[in-house]
């Protein structure tokens, strides 16, 4: 159930890589950021977790568009672009890891929406845990759905495959990418507003998010909707199981572990394209 | 060497060694810290100013550097010289094999890796509580004064210089440099990247794995927050950035610049301070990609070539 979330988190951090080549180092902090602002939300107003996921949406878009057009997209795309792009992100992360501690502290915090579960057929369904899953698919088909019929999502998938051939045809490259950044940061705070209905957050465990989302990116293989999921599943599992087997501590570290084995054994992903 | 640069460093090895004799104990405390920072900022330039591989890990040597200061006292009662160099070595033996997974990986896959290995550090400092005494971590005897910890501090500094300003005029400089602007090429031409840049790693190891072994010792304390602290690293790489990574004194201008400015004026912000790191990082990147040196150096150079222009009209 926690891998729909997971794959949710890491189809914003595929995407932005797709379009731009550059990895989001603040990605695990837009998590934290709408998982917070949800939780703010929810205890301030009670507002309801799934009323308060397209403000979080809305704020994710803003800010990362914002990030893209006044920061990243000035960048000079030179041999040093990515370096700098990194770093900048970086700078980005620690930003919004401040902000958040200035604003809700820097203690955990959860939503307790909807306890209790469901018996269907004899198995325990945790109701939040349901309703976070069916919400992470739904978003997730929405996002195919964006990219595979609209022309938005036509130019981001055509700009992922070849910068200079959008370009010639007529594709806007700095407006697709403030789009796609702007989406990629969107779908972070979706899944944090779901993930924050599943487990307690501090505004110090962006990074582990950042690495959860890109393990589960290079796992499943960089621009494939399948590999994401069946990453995020496996990462979720395992992350269950070591936590049983071992202490919940462990289960932070499996993330890097799955990441450096499938990149030694299999760099381009287990469903990715091969780098040509 | 001119006879001018004699003379700033003569002023400058003088300045560091009045410090303790006169300074207060304030003083030579917020050098100390200072001198850890650039330290630290030599050896992330080493790695990832002179090669394209961003490092965002550096402080997991820091973390190695003070867990084996820590356990090296208090069970096997080392003396602390001693100790904080076993600590560079082993920090150093660590990165050979890290570095020969790690650096094969490019780019953004190389940037996380490294980020997620101080979580996986973290992680086993928290859990091999045998060894590490888990989440309660563990108190050191005080380590001589803090003047002979300041001096140690000074060195580090010293011998990052030294080493950054050797290799930045030496043929290895040279491949790193070669590797940062396009590392197929510089394989193509017969350069032997991967030894290179390994090299590269593994000394950039040994500087944060000083800093924290003098670190826990000021602190008296190693715990697993303490000894991977995540703030560090934005600092270390803010200092090299701001003074200008790639070159020999960039660190040193950056380190000594932010962490005046830091104390003359954010510590009346404590709870700003990421804030204001990452901003600043934000806004170096945006306005001045290549750093203060280069920056000024550029300035210097258009400046003496409009003058000789004006001069020959």
Known sequence: MVGGVYGLMSLGINLVWGVMG????????????AGFLTFWLFARYHLN??????VGVAMGFVLGALTQKFLLGKVPQDRGAVKTSLLMTFGVSYILINAAQLLFGSEFQTVMFLPGSWHVAGLDFAKSRTIAFLMASAVSLALWAFLRFT?????????SQSVDGASVCGIDIPRTRIVSFGIGSALASAAGALLVMIFAISPAMGNGYTIRSFAVTVIGGLGSFPGALLGAVILGMSEVFAGYLASAQIANGIAFLLFLLVLLARPQGLFGRKPS | ??????LVAAAAVAFVIAIPLFGSEYLVGFVFTTFLFVGMAYGWNLISGYTAYVSFGQVSFFGIGAYTVAILVTKLSFEWPLAVLVGAVAAAALAVPLGWAMLRLRGPYFALG???????LQMVASAWTRLTNGGEGIYLPPAGSLRALYFGSAFLVAVGIAATSSIDRSAFGLRLRSIGEDEIAAEAMGVDTTRAKLLAFVIASAFPAVAGGLYAFRLSYVDPASAFPGSYEVQVILMAIFGGAGTVFGPLVGGVLLSTLGEALWARFAELHLFLFGLIIVVVLRYMPEGLIPRLRRLAASAAASGRKAAAR
């Open chain 1, 49 to 54: 977790p799934l009323v308060a996921l397209p």
């Open chain 1, 151 to 159: 022309f938005a999502g036509r130019a981001i998938r055509a700009v």
């Open chain 2, 1 to 6: 060497m001119t006879r001018l640069e004699i």
């Open chain 2, 114 to 120: 490294m980020l997620g290995f101080v979580q996986v």
């Open chain 1, 22 to 33: 550059v990895v989001n180092l603040a990605h695990g902090d837009f998590i934290i950021a």
